[in-house]
């Protein structure tokens, strides 16, 4: 399957379907709330933004409680948020520049960087510096993982096939210049030490978690044609012609990042 579907594929299913079925009863947004913003293209995406933001509000006005998905967990406000913020992606790239509007007049710094991620992802390269403050020094996980990915993103070209858009017909997309790609590739070694978990099961059990921000962020170095190899201490990074550029240690035990593959996906 073509890597740009099956990214957009598993963003509905862990993002929308999954964390509908809870085996932790809880105050929990209904994420079900947020198909509209992708699927009812008679309302004018404006408005479609506006109703994800105001959902966002709500959110961090009144955080959901921590359930527990049927197939992995938590399930928290974090969770929530970013799910929100990427789902307002997809009027947004209708609408780029009404999003951009509603995230430069927004007060409350947490709405403004969740729309800067949602703005992100409609392929806004300008957003790539506070992206990636955001997927470093976030102190939500989850909202660290959606920033990560939306900067693996941009390690990819975009495509008429592209869901949510991230360049509208009459656009013109420029190569990433040489600063950018530095912020991202520094960015995504950052990442490699992030000791966020995530749980497959229905417990916070570590024998099986996993760490989507090492992940994405092995993936986003290889993407830009590094090597990134697993060692008994974390990772150890090479560049394209091999050469050692930094080995990062990490505070996690080996044997649970046995499911943090590292891979160029979409190579």
């Given at each position: 399957?073509?890597?740009?579907?099956?990214v957009?594929?598993?963003?509905?299913?862990?993002?929308?379907?999954?964390?509908?079925?809870?085996?932790?009863?809880?105050?929990?947004?209904?994420?079900?709330?947020?198909?509209?913003l992708?699927?009812?293209?008679?309302?004018?995406?404006e408005?479609r933004?506006?109703?994800?933001?105001?959902?966002?509000?709500e959110?961090?006005?009144?955080?959901?409680?921590?359930?527990?998905?049927?197939?992995?967990?938590p399930?928290?406000?974090g969770?929530?948020?970013?799910v929100i913020?990427?789902?307002?992606?997809f009027?947004?790239?209708?609408?780029?520049q009404?999003?951009?509007?509603?995230?430069?007049?927004a007060?409350d710094?947490?709405?403004?960087?969740?729309?800067?991620?949602?703005?992100?992802?409609?392929?806004?390269?300008?957003t790539?510096?506070?992206?990636?403050?955001?997927?470093?020094?976030?102190?939500?996980?989850?909202?660290?993982?959606?920033a990560?990915?939306?900067?693996w993103?941009?390690?990819?070209?975009?495509?008429?096939?592209d869901?949510?858009l991230?360049?509208?017909?009459?656009?013109?997309?420029?190569?990433?210049?040489?600063k950018?790609?530095?912020?991202?590739?520094?960015?995504?070694?950052?990442?490699?030490?992030?000791?966020?978990?995530?749980?497959?099961g229905?417990?916070?059990?570590e024998?099986?978690?996993?760490?989507?921000?090492?992940?994405?962020?092995?993936?986003?170095?290889?993407?830009?044609?590094?090597?990134?190899?697993p060692t008994?201490?974390?990772y150890?990074v090479?560049?394209?012609?091999?050469?050692?550029?930094?080995?990062?240690?990490?505070?996690?035990?080996?044997?649970?990042?046995?499911?943090?593959k590292?891979?160029?996906?979409?190579?």
């Amino acid at each position: 399957m073509n890597t740009r579907r099956l990214v957009s594929l598993l963003f509905v299913v862990t993002s929308i379907l999954l964390p509908n079925r809870l085996l932790a009863q809880g105050r929990t947004f209904d994420l079900s709330r947020m198909r509209p913003l992708t699927d009812d293209h008679k309302t004018p995406a404006e408005d479609r933004i506006a109703t994800g933001i105001q959902c966002l509000e709500e959110e961090l006005a009144n955080p959901s409680e921590e359930t527990w998905g049927m197939v992995a967990g938590p399930i928290d406000s974090g969770y929530i948020q970013g799910v929100i913020a990427g789902t307002i992606a997809f009027p947004g790239a209708e609408a780029p520049q009404f999003l951009r509007k509603k995230r430069d007049e927004a007060k409350d710094l947490r709405l403004k960087d969740l729309l800067t991620i949602a703005l992100a992802r409609t392929g806004a390269q300008d957003t790539i510096p506070d992206v990636a403050r955001i997927a470093v020094k976030d102190p939500e996980g989850n909202i660290r993982t959606q920033a990560m990915v939306t900067l693996w993103n941009f390690t990819l070209t975009p495509a008429p096939t592209d869901n949510p858009l991230r360049v509208r017909p009459g656009e013109v997309w420029h190569p990433l210049n040489a600063k950018a790609l530095k912020v991202m590739a520094d960015t995504f070694v950052a990442g490699l030490q992030d000791t966020f978990a995530r749980y497959m099961g229905d417990s916070k059990d570590e024998q099986y978690a996993f760490y989507p921000v090492q992940r994405v962020s092995g993936g986003g170095l290889a993407r830009l044609g590094f090597n990134v190899q697993p060692t008994n201490f974390g990772y150890r990074v090479l560049d394209s012609k091999k050469k050692l550029v930094c080995e990062v240690k990490v505070k996690t035990k080996i044997a649970n990042r046995q499911g943090t593959k590292i891979q160029a996906a979409g190579r």
